[in-house]
Every structure is written in structure tokens, then in C-alpha cells.
């Protein structure tokens, strides 16, 4: 091949890419430019979970850092919740700031290229989980419980819970993602052909993860075949004609392609960080600044390895039984109800006690050893989350010594509903089958209403974006 070929070929793939790229725009996605460690025999010390898991078990994460030491580690970049009240969030900030700074500088970091990543992760409940790492367009996404927009929260956001994350993003030179977002693809044409190709992309990772995590690799999606293959299948999930036959909804409904699973609150700080941040900007470098993205995994909700597993509550520093009382209370003014203990109910497991009846709801608590079931009738919510989370806040707001969290596995509560002056509520698991007709047709749903796997199965930190 002469000169000429050469450069004949090298046009037309380029042309070939820039069309790709454009159709890609229309559908809110971009190739992103993806930095990863230099040195790939510390990458187990290097990937660490999301910061919002096991918040209540700081022990987890002194045992990380016991593992990465001064190994360089997304442990350095992140603020583990767990943490929060305890440390100086400032001083931690400005910490994090400093040390991605330091590993963009040393070249602990270094560019890959643009590209889309296809990941294969494993864990001990899952033998293969496959998603694709890219970057949203922050211009189609939209928060609000009210939101038309092409990428949508599952769940309700809690503005108040954005501001710290938003300080975090403000100066910071990378974003590091644990965000899943989900596609609706139950004919698995997006991600899932990927499997068959792996042979012709670049590996850039193959690791262990600390702690359980289970195996991560992750391959370089640059070919513009197999990016145009992604982006007519995007467009197929896109189309509205289809969109509408699919969720047998009305007309007017716009098209819903892409809904947050996980770290909603995150993508929402990018968001509004994006917001604030293009006031000052010309609208020609709003096109393209970095600020503008948000890189986050996208996961297809038909895909074997995604479980939709419940997470349930445990309330704190509050006493059982008068919480009981309040909420016998506050359920029969509204619609009615009936507590029962665990003497009440003759099946042997009391979960087996959960039903799919749309005319009642039932919430199973535990607190010591005393075990038993709230039965509301006429709920006003579709979920039993939504119930309990109802009264819980109603409860919260009028009693502020009393603490919340949400767990992710039903032996950490009872572990922790165990223990003094604690009570515990196990929820039932939401279908993932429902989850996009839901939110099309009733809205986003009560906050924390389900967790995508079990806490060690969340999303480890391990790319780097540049995003100033």
C-alpha cells in the first residue's frame, strides 16, 4: 500500500470515528479519556469500594488501610462515609486535592486514550457481571423528581446530602466513578456481544479485588466498528416508536434510555457542580469542557450478574417499643394497621410472611430478640419501602436524637438491630424487570429502595478522569 492508501485510509477512519462520535453526542455519551495506575502489580491496593458502603463498620476500612499502606490507592482520592463525622472534611479535601495532583504529576497515572472500557467483574454470588465504562453528557441529565430527561434518577435526590459532594468535585483535578447506570436491553445488544470480542481489544486490567470484591478486567473499546455496533443498538433502545410499544405508555412520554442504579447522589453533585460551574464559561468551551461529563459504568438490568437486593433500615439511639407505638399511630390515622410479634405468626421464617398484595404492606422489625411484622393496610406508596420510609422521616423529624442507616445485608441488621437502644426493618427485594415501566409511569422511587448486589459487590474505584 503507497503513501496515498495510507493516508486515504487514515481520512476515512477518522471520518468513519467522527460520525460514530456524533451519534454517540445524541445519545448523551462520550469516549472518555481514562487514566490508570503505571505500575499493574499494586492494582489490588490500588481499587478500593465505593466510598458510601459499610458506613457503619469503620473496622472495614482501618482493615483497608492496613492493606494499601503507602501504596498509591484510590483510598487517597476518596472520603469513606464511615468517616465523615470524625474527620476534618476540609483538611481531607485539601488532602485529596494534593495527591491527585502528586499522581498525575510522578506519572503514577497515566492516559490510555479515548475509549469506551468493557468491564467483566465476578464475585462470590456472580460469576460475571458485564458493563461498559463511558462518559454521560451532564445536559441530559436531569435529577429532579419530575425529570423528562434521557437520564433519570431511580430514586428521590436528597439536596441536602449534595453540598459536601460538591465541595469534593469543586477542585478536584479527577473524578473517580462507582456510579452504575442501567439500560433497559432485554435482548442484550449493547454490552453483551462485547463478550465475544475481548480477543481484539487491548486488556488494560486483570486484578483481584481487596476485601471479597471478587475479579475485575477491563478492555479498551476504541475499534469504530464495535463503537458503531453500541451506538445502533443505543439507538434502537432510543427510538420513541419503539420506546412507546415497549412500556405501552402515552405519546407525550419521553423517551427514559439510561437510570441511575447507583451513586445517584454523586452523579447529582456532578451535575449540579456543572451547572454552577458553565455561568462562567463561553458557550463555546461549554462544549466541550470536561466538567461537563460524568464518567460512570453502564450496566444492562437484564444482565445474569445484576441482583436487586433490599436494603433495609436500622434506626438508633431511640427506644423499640415507643418507635413502635409511633408508628402503630401514625399507620392507623392515615389507612390502619396491626402490629404482630413473632409469637402472632406460625410460619417458622418470618419473611416468608412478605406478599405481593397491593392492598396491604408488611415490614418485618427486629430488636433484641424480639422479632415480629407491621401490617399496613391501603398503602398510599407501591413499594414497602415507600411505606416505611414515610413514617420513618415523620419519626426522624420529630425525635432528632434518633440516627438511621441503611444496610445492605440482612445478617448486618441483625447484627446491629441486636444491640442496645437499635431497632432493625428488613424489606423485601424489588423485580428488576419493573424498575424502568416504574419510574416511567409513577416517577422516581423512595430514596434507597434497592441495592444492586450485596455491599462487598458495589462498584470498586480504578479509572481516573481529568475533569479541569
Not at 447522589?265 to 469542557?289: G, Q, V
Request: glycine share 6%; net charge negative.
Amino acid at each position: 500500500m503507497g503513501p496515498a492508501e495510507k493516508n486515504h485510509m487514515i481520512s476515512s477512519d477518522k471520518h468513519r470515528m467522527r460520525s460514530v462520535e456524533a451519534r454517540l453526542d445524541k445519545l448523551g455519551l462520550k469516549l472518555p479519556g481514562v487514566l490508570l495506575p503505571q505500575k499493574k502489580g499494586d492494582m489490588q491496593k490500588w481499587s478500593v469500594i465505593a466510598c458510601d458502603q459499610f458506613t457503619s463498620q469503620p473496622e472495614y476500612w482501618k482493615k483497608v488501610e492496613g492493606l494499601v499502606g503507602n501504596s498509591p490507592s484510590t483510598l487517597k482520592l476518596i472520603l469513606p462515609e464511615a468517616y465523615l463525622e470524625k474527620h476534618e472534611s476540609e483538611l481531607e479535601i485539601d488532602s485529596i486535592n494534593r495527591t491527585m495532583q502528586k499522581y498525575v504529576e510522578d506519572k503514577i497515572l497515566i492516559p490510555q486514550g479515548r475509549g469506551f472500557i468493557y468491564v467483566e467483574r465476578s464475585t462470590p454470588e456472580n460469576p460475571s457481571r458485564k458493563g461498559l465504562v463511558v462518559a454521560f453528557d451532564l445536559e441530559m441529565y436531569d435529577y429532579s423528581a419530575d425529570s423528562a430527561s434521557m437520564i433519570r434518577s431511580t430514586e428521590g435526590t436528597v439536596t441536602d446530602r449534595l453540598p459536601p459532594r460538591i465541595k469534593i468535585r469543586e477542585n478536584a483535578l479527577l473524578e473517580l466513578p462507582h456510579i452504575l447506570v442501567l439500560i433497559d436491553d432485554p435482548g442484550k445488544t449493547v454490552i453483551e456481544p462485547l463478550a465475544e470480542k475481548v480477543d481484539l481489544m487491548r486488556k488494560l486490567y486483570d486484578f483481584p479485588l481487596m476485601m471479597g470484591g471478587g475479579n475485575i478486567k477491563g478492555y479498551h473499546v476504541i475499534d469504530t466498528g464495535m463503537l458503531d455496533d453500541i451506538a445502533s443498538a443505543l439507538e434502537m433502545l432510543a427510538d420513541k416508536d419503539s420506546f412507546l410499544n415497549k412500556y405501552n405508555t402515552d405519546p407525550k412520554c419521553p423517551v427514559l434510555l439510561y437510570a441511575v442504579g447507583d451513586g445517584n447522589h454523586s452523579l447529582a453533585a456532578a451535575k449540579a457542580f456543572w451547572e454552577n460551574k458553565k455561568k462562567s464559561l463561553s458557550p463555546a468551551d461549554r462544549i466541550s469542557h470536561p466538567a461537563r461529563y460524568a464518567m460512570a459504568e453502564l450496566i444492562n438490568v437484564h444482565n445474569d450478574g445484576i441482583k436487586f437486593e433490599p436494603i433495609h433500615r436500622v434506626v438508633t439511639n431511640v427506644d423499640p417499643v415507643m418507635l413502635l407505638e409511633s408508628a402503630g399511630s401514625y399507620f392507623n390515622d392515615l389507612s390502619g394497621c396491626s402490629i404482630m410479634s413473632e409469637n402472632d405468626i406460625a410460619s417458622d421464617n418470618i419473611e416468608n410472611i412478605w406478599t405481593e398484595s397491593s392492598s396491604f404492606h408488611i415490614i418485618v422489625y427486629q430488636y433484641g430478640d424480639t422479632k415480629g411484622f407491621i401490617c399496613v393496610n391501603n398503602p398510599a406508596y407501591q413499594l414497602e419501602t415507600g411505606t416505611l420510609q414515610a413514617f420513618l422521616d415523620f419519626f426522624l423529624n420529630k425525635n432528632k436524637e434518633a440516627k438511621i442507616d441503611y444496610i445492605h445485608g440482612k445478617n448486618t441488621v441483625l447484627s446491629l438491630s441486636a444491640q442496645k437502644n437499635s431497632i432493625g426493618f428488613l424489606l423485601p427485594a424489588m423485580d428488576k424487570s419493573l424498575l424502568f415501566k416504574t419510574v416511567i409511569k409513577d416517577g422516581v422511587l423512595p430514596r434507597k429502595t434497592f441495592s444492586m448486589g450485596e455491599a462487598h459487590e458495589k462498584r470498586y474505584y480504578l479509572e481516573c478522569r481529568k475533569i479541569r
